[in-house]
């Protein structure tokens, strides 16, 4: 039994489905084509909360949601463009309405009866309409970009970006305040959109690795995994276990980097720089001992589909062995100091918080989600190597807060340290990559759910009979999380905003895509 | 809290040994300095940092010169909220559409004499995002630029080693 061809057991029982046969050539998880009535019994069950959305997405001809069912079964469902439109989600499942949004700026495929007819990512200045589609030129004229109406006495708007004031991303953020509390926040992003989608036409699949491990630099292991896996799934190739060992060893220690410098960061926006000093000098520990590793400080273009594209020496991996056994004091010495220290507990307790009612509504992978009761994780629950073969465990809290969101990452860190050493004895002999078979002519499509630090990552690819891409799309956990930012700043003073910012971590990069 | 303070009497610092200044991008910003003259009075170098189109990963290894490891602040250069207050802007990404007129802006609001360093393949060649209809590809079609450091990204020894350079370039030119 291949790991690709044994997930077709568990079709859920989906009144919709019934006499559908799935669209040939797509692995691993089953792809139906609906009529629009099963699409809108789809809606339904998505407002029901029966089915969870994990991703929305258009090619020329149809729009594709990526659902996920209670018993972490997984569909692709898609749906024939009619007359240039398609049944909105977004007017039962709001999470669905900016990637709408994006549908209709990039191929113009209208959502009939959405309720934000904004354009999103297209600020009007591409001079191209529906770059993704024909891509009519058209003159650049600026949108005016009208944001929702506020209403009531004594309020007042403040602007922020799209440049911010630190190394960080672009976004623009309006707050609407009364005194010091926030009343409404409103978001507009693509400032960095990058039309990665269309770069990626037409590419091979090391040029497509390389474009999708810089969707997000942060998360470029998780990307590059999520690239390779879709197209092993899509060719149904299957890498070596010395290979999967290697990439699992990258994916953890990406993780503990990020979580590793989030939570100094964090830190320091509650004016507690002396943590961030300390964390930040474990990130950079981690990261120079990837360089030394594998020969890239944030392990950029190193998993490639079929495998990887470097080994580990038995000088590296002790190097990371006996670096893995000295975290773990130093890490509870920090912890105690962040549990300890009244000023951090007063600014991250009740700060931001998020009901696991809208976590669960909006799908919120990552830490978000985990931290207000959303027992996701794509390690366990739809299990991939080398995590199949690992036992570890997913923490979960409800308070939804920003101290939440930091030990769920804590949690996280304690876990991957013994998975990391797990893995370490877990890279056996065995070949680097494996060859990826080209096709008999057909199209053939992947798809791969990876856990990034962040949350999950989906990536869907179309190949053509010689391995190049005719379309793929990746779906940063971000785009299920922004949104949620929006609702747990309210009612938060203004000066908790960059808290709660940081506490997401949000990417603009992969979101903007 | 009292461990971590004694620990500090037992350990030495981690503060790498600076990198030497980068002999080619001294002869860069002289290049750039020769065209457009301007001078540096003193060490201190205000920085104001510009994503105008990155993945992010340029900003990771920019961060990264603020740690205990690189501690930039120890050759007087700093990283600065606002514009007003920059000498020098570092610049990420291939400039994208939607950020140009942020870019601009942004160049605009840097006082005079103010020198702009690309940083990051993307930023000083557009490499893998070369002009589309998304992009107008490396920083210099929008701003002058100074100084390019290229890498994908640049790790925070070769950033070093270029603001190093251009901060020597800036005061021999005095
Ligand atoms: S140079 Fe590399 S790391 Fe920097 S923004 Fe471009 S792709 Fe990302």
Redesign the interface.
């Known amino acids: 039994m291949t790991e690709t061809t044994s997930l077709h057991h568990t079709l859920p029982a989906l009144d919709f489905l019934q006499g559908l046969q799935p669209v040939a050539h797509h692995h691993p998880w089953p792809r139906f084509r609906l009529d629009q009535a099963a699409w809108r019994d789809m809606r339904e069950a998505l407002a029901r909360g029966t089915l969870s959305l994990l991703g929305l997405w258009a090619d020329r001809e149809e729009i594709h949601a990526a659902v996920l069912d209670h018993q972490s079964a997984l569909l692709i469902l898609s749906v024939v463009v009619e007359a240039g439109g398609f049944p909105s989600l977004s007017t039962q499942v709001p999470q669905a309405m900016r990637l709408e949004r994006t549908i209709h700026d990039l191929f113009g495929h209208h959502p009939q009866a959405i309720p934000d007819e904004r354009p999103w990512l297209d600020?009007g200045?591409?001079?191209?309409a529906q770059?993704l589609a024909e891509?009519r030129r058209v003159p650049?004229a600026?949108v005016e970009y009208p944001f929702l109406p506020v209403e009531g006495e004594s309020l007042h708007q403040i602007p922020v970006g799209?440049?911010h004031?630190?190394?960080?991303?672009?976004g623009h953020f309006r707050f609407t305040a009364s005194g010091e509390t926030v009343v409404r926040l409103e978001e507009r992003l693509?400032?960095?959109?990058?039309?990665i989608e269309?770069?990626l036409e037409g590419c091979d699949l090391l040029q497509g690795a390389?474009?999708c491990g810089?969707?997000?630099?942060?998360s470029?292991v998780a990307y590059a995994l999520a690239f390779a896996r879709a197209a092993e799934a899509a060719t149904q190739t299957v890498p070596s276990p010395r290979s999967q060992a290697l990439r699992g060893i990258m994916a953890e220690m990406e993780r503990l980097a990020n979580h590793f410098?989030d939570i100094g960061a964090i830190c320091n926006d509650a004016a507690f720089a002396m943590l961030q000093?300390?964390f930040?000098?474990l990130?950079?520990q981690i990261?120079q001992i990837a360089?030394h590793c594998f020969g890239h400080?944030?392990l950029?273009d190193r998993i490639i589909p079929g495998g990887v594209t470097c080994g580990l020496t038995p000088e590296g991996s002790r190097r990371l062995s006996n670096w893995l056994k000295t975290v773990p004091n130093t890490l509870s010495?920090?912890v105690?100091?962040y549990d300890?220290?009244p000023s951090l507990r007063d600014r991250m307790r009740n700060t931001g918080v998020l009901s696991s009612e809208l976590a669960r509504r909006f799908a919120a992978g990552g830490f978000v989600g985990r931290a207000s009761a959303r027992t996701f994780d794509a390690r366990r629950n739809l299990p991939y190597p080398p995590y199949d073969r690992l036992d570890f465990q997913v923490p979960l809290l409800d308070s939804g807060d920003v101290n939440a969101r930091v030990w769920i990452r804590i949690e996280e860190i304690r876990q991957s340290i013994p998975m990391l050493r797990r893995l370490l004895t877990m890279v056996e002999e065995g070949p680097l990559t494996t060859p990826l078979l080209a096709g008999g002519g057909e199209v053939r499509e992947g798809c791969a759910v990876v856990e990034s630090f962040r949350g999950d990552i989906l990536l869907w690819l179309r190949l053509d009979s010689q391995n190049r891409i005719l379309r793929c799309h990746a779906r940063d956990p971000s785009w299920f999380q922004w949104p949620l930012l929006e609702a747990v700043v309210y009612g938060n003073i203004v000066a908790d905003f960059p808290l709660c910012n940081k506490s997401f971590n949000c990417?603009?990069?992969g979101h903007?895509l | 809290?009292r461990?971590?303070f004694f620990?500090a009497f037992l350990h030495s610092p981690?503060t790498l040994a600076p990198p030497e200044p980068d002999p080619a991008a001294l002869a860069e910003v002289e290049r750039a300095l020769a065209v457009r003259p301007r001078h540096l009075s003193g060490q201190s170098l205000a920085i104001r940092?510009?994503?105008?189109?990155?993945?992010?990963?340029?900003?990771?290894?920019?961060?990264?010169l603020?740690?205990?490891?690189y501690n930039i602040e120890r050759f007087g250069m700093h990283?600065v909220?606002?514009?007003r207050h920059a000498d020098l802007l570092l610049v990420t990404?291939?400039v994208?559409?939607?950020?140009?007129?942020?870019l601009e802006r942004?160049f605009a609001a840097t006082p005079a004499p103010k020198w702009v360093v690309a940083v990051g393949d993307c930023a000083c060649q557009g490499c893998?995002?070369r002009e589309?209809?998304?992009?107008a590809g490396p920083v210099d079609r929008v701003v002058p630029v100074d100084l390019t450091i290229p890498g994908?990204?640049p790790?925070p020894t070769q950033l070093l080693s270029g603001l190093l350079a251009l901060q020597q370039a800036l005061n021999s030119n005095v």
């Open positions: 600020h200045r591409w001079g191209v770059p891509g650049v600026p799209p440049v004031a630190g190394i960080i991303e672009p693509g400032y960095l959109h990058r039309g269309q770069r390389r474009l810089r969707i997000s630099g942060d470029t410098g000093a300390h930040s000098m990130r950079e990261l360089e400080r944030l950029m010495k920090l105690e100091v300890e220290t990417s603009y990069a903007d | 809290m461990t971590l620990d981690v940092q510009v994503d105008a189109g990155s993945c992010n990963g340029c900003e990771l290894e920019i961060h990264a603020n740690n205990p490891y990283f909220a606002s514009p990404g291939s994208t559409h939607n950020m140009r007129t942020a942004t893998l995002f589309n209809y998304a992009c994908c990204p790790s």
